[in-house]
């Protein structure tokens, strides 16, 4: 069973402020690692994806993955309330590729 | 092309009804996946074609679930006998394929079985 875990949340952080999201898996096959955003009512949008360890960033965003550790993460620089959302971390092994979620962390960006 | 497309947005039903559910995905992706997510969950895998062959079923597809993928184009997925806890957004997802690309998500489906 390939288990994705992500904090529900909600992450609460000031306007401007750091925001940290964390996800782990259990499938050390695991080769490909996504991370969506999902406004309430709407569809996950995908804003990243990693398939090295290390740091790989876009614009305010910085996805980080430690295989060794299992983990990855996404951090959001000068966080902005427009950034209110759940963010969904997947996970996708070799073969058919198919990404399994974790239930999301819900974000909240206060003024 | 603006990306993937469900049809309809909002399906409600009565219990024991079916009901089907259309995706066309970007016209590039040749593999196409159907997702279910409830509130407070993330989504969960359902099916997944490549080209028209349906490759992989989750065990949450149960014998009233069936989906096609006729010429490899649009896809539909439906529901037979349909029950409460059939209730949720259905999602469909298609990508270019390769473990680097990211799934592109259509807006979903959200069906209420009363």
């Known amino acids: 069973q390939k288990e994705v875990e992500q904090n529900s949340g909600p992450l609460s952080v000031p306007e401007g402020a750091i925001a940290s999201l964390n996800c782990t898996y259990s499938?050390?096959?695991?080769?490909?690692f996504f991370w969506y955003r999902q406004y309430s009512g709407k569809s996950p949008e995908l804003i990243m994806f990693?398939?090295?360890?290390g740091d790989k960033e876009d614009g305010r965003f910085t996805a980080q993955l430690n295989k060794a550790s299992q983990y990855v993460s996404l951090l959001i620089r000068d966080s902005q309330p427009s950034d209110s959302a759940t963010y969904l971390c997947?996970?996708?092994?070799?073969?058919?590729?198919?990404?399994?979620f974790g239930r999301g962390t819900s974000l909240i960006v206060h003024p | 092309d603006t990306g993937v497309s469900q049809n309809p947005r909002h399906k409600i039903t009565k219990r024991g009804q079916n009901v089907t559910f259309r995706c066309d995905p970007i016209?590039?992706?040749?593999?196409l996946y159907w997702y279910r997510q409830t509130l407070g969950q993330g989504p969960e895998f359902l099916t997944y074609?490549?080209?028209?062959?349906?490759?992989?079923k989750s065990r949450l597809l149960s014998d009233r679930f069936s989906a096609e993928r006729p010429k490899g184009s649009f896809s539909t997925l439906e529901i037979q006998r349909t029950e409460q806890g059939d209730s949720a957004m259905y999602l469909c997802?298609?990508?270019?394929?390769?473990?680097?690309?990211?799934?592109?998500f259509g807006s979903g489906t959200r069906l209420t079985v009363v």
């Open positions: 997802a298609s990508s270019s394929g390769g473990v680097n690309y990211g799934y592109t």
């Open positions: 499938d050390r096959g695991s080769q490909s």
């Open positions: 990693i398939y090295s360890n």
């Open positions: 997947a996970v996708a092994s070799g073969g058919s590729y198919i990404p399994t």
């Open positions: 016209s590039e992706h040749n593999r």
């Open positions: 074609f490549q080209n028209e062959a349906q490759l992989e």
